[in-house]
C-alpha cells in the first residue's frame, strides 16, 4: 500500500482545514473589494466624529478677522472663510452634523417603512390601499421639492430638515418591502407554515421579514449618501442647519459667491463627494455579497 493511501482522512482534511482558516478573510477582501474600500472609507469618518477635537484642535466657531479669507496654508490647512475661523476645523466637525443627520434619516425610514410596507404586502385589503396611496401620493411629488415645501413651511433647522427627509424616504422603503412581501408570502414554505396552524403575526415576523431584508440592507446603504447630499441641499438653500453650525452644505453655500476663494466650497463639497463615493462602494459590494445572483 503506497503513503498517499495509509494517510488517515483527518491528514488528508487538516491542512485544507487550516487554509480555509487562514484565507477566509482574504478571500472574502478578495472577492468583494468594494464592499471593504467602502466600510473603510466610513470608518475613517467615523473616527473624525468621535476624535473631532483631537484630529482638529481649533475651534470651528472661533473668529479672527485679521485672518479672513486666508487661502490653505501651514496654519490653517484648508484656509479660512470671511470670518476667519478655520475651513479645516470646520470640515472635520462638520462631519458630527452631516453623517449623524443621515443616519438617523435612513435607519428611521427603513424602520416605518418596512414595517408599513410589510403590513400593506403580508394583510392586504384596506391597510394595503390606505399605506400605498400615502405612499403614491408622496411619491408623485420630486424629493427635493417636497423636502423643501417641508422644510419652508416648518421653518429651518436641522430637525426639520431631518423631517422632511424622513417624510419623503419612507415611501421608497414601504414600496420596495411590499413588493417583496408579495412575492414571499406565496412561496411553499408560507404556504406550510400556514397549513400547521401558525399564527400570522408569527409567520409575518419569522418567515417573510428575515427572507426580505436582502435589498433594503442594500439600498439603505445607498440612500446614506443621497441623504448627506439633500441634507446638505438644504442647508445650502438656508432651510438647514442655521449659523453658525459647521455643516458642510451650510459652508458650500457661503463660499458659492467668492469665485476667486475658491476653498471656501471645495474642501466641504470633497467631503459629500468622498463619502457618497464610499457608500456607492459599499452599497456595490453589500448587493455583490448578499445577492445570490451577483455570487
Given at each position: ?235 445650502f438653500l438656508g ?41 456607492n462602494l459599499l ?13
Amino acid at each position: 500500500m503506497t503513503d498517499a493511501v495509509r494517510l488517515k482522512p483527518e491528514h488528508a482534511v487538516q491542512p485544507l482545514k487550516a487554509r480555509r482558516e487562514q484565507g477566509g478573510l482574504r478571500e472574502h477582501v478578495r472577492k468583494y473589494p468594494a464592499f471593504w474600500v467602502g466600510l473603510a472609507i466610513l470608518l475613517f469618518f467615523g473616527l473624525l466624529i468621535i476624535f473631532a477635537e483631537q484630529i482638529a484642535a481649533a475651534d470651528p466657531l472661533a473668529q479672527d478677522l485679521s485672518v479672513r479669507l486666508k487661502p490653505p496654508s501651514a496654519e490653517h490647512p484648508f484656509g479660512t472663510d470671511e470670518l476667519g475661523r478655520d475651513i479645516y476645523s470646520r470640515t472635520v466637525h462638520g462631519a458630527r452634523v452631516s453623517l449623524p443627520a443621515s443616519f438617523f434619516v435612513v435607519v428611521v425610514s427603513v424602520v416605518v417603512g418596512s414595517l408599513l410596507g410589510a403590513l400593506a404586502g403580508f394583510l392586504g385589503g384596506v391597510v394595503e390601499e390606505v399605506v400605498m396611496r400615502v405612499a403614491d401620493v408622496t411619491l408623485a411629488f420630486p424629493s427635493i421639492v417636497l423636502a423643501l415645501a417641508i422644510s419652508a413651511f416648518l421653518g429651518p433647522s436641522l430637525t426639520n430638515a431631518i423631517l422632511a427627509a424622513c417624510v419623503v424616504l419612507w415611501p421608497e422603503y414601504a414600496r420596495l418591502m411590499r413588493s417583496q412581501v408579495l412575492v414571499i408570502r406565496s412561496l411553499d414554505y408560507i404556504l406550510a407554515a400556514r397549513s400547521l396552524g401558525l399564527p400570522e403575526w408569527y409567520i409575518l415576523v419569522r418567515h417573510v421579514l428575515p427572507n426580505a431584508w436582502t435589498p433594503l440592507i442594500i439600498k439603505a446603504s445607498l440612500d446614506v449618501g443621497g441623504i448627506i447630499l439633500l441634507v446638505s441641499a438644504l442647508s445650502f438653500l438656508g432651510l438647514g442647519v442655521t449659523p453658525p453650525t459647521a455643516e458642510w452644505g451650510a459652508m458650500i453655500a457661503l463660499g458659492r459667491t467668492k469665485f476667486y476663494q475658491w476653498w471656501l466650497a471645495t474642501f466641504p463639497g470633497l467631503a459629500i463627494l468622498i463619502v457618497i463615493f464610499a457608500c456607492n462602494l459599499l452599497s456595490e459590494g453589500l448587493r455583490d455579497w448578499l445577492d445570490p445572483n451577483y455570487r
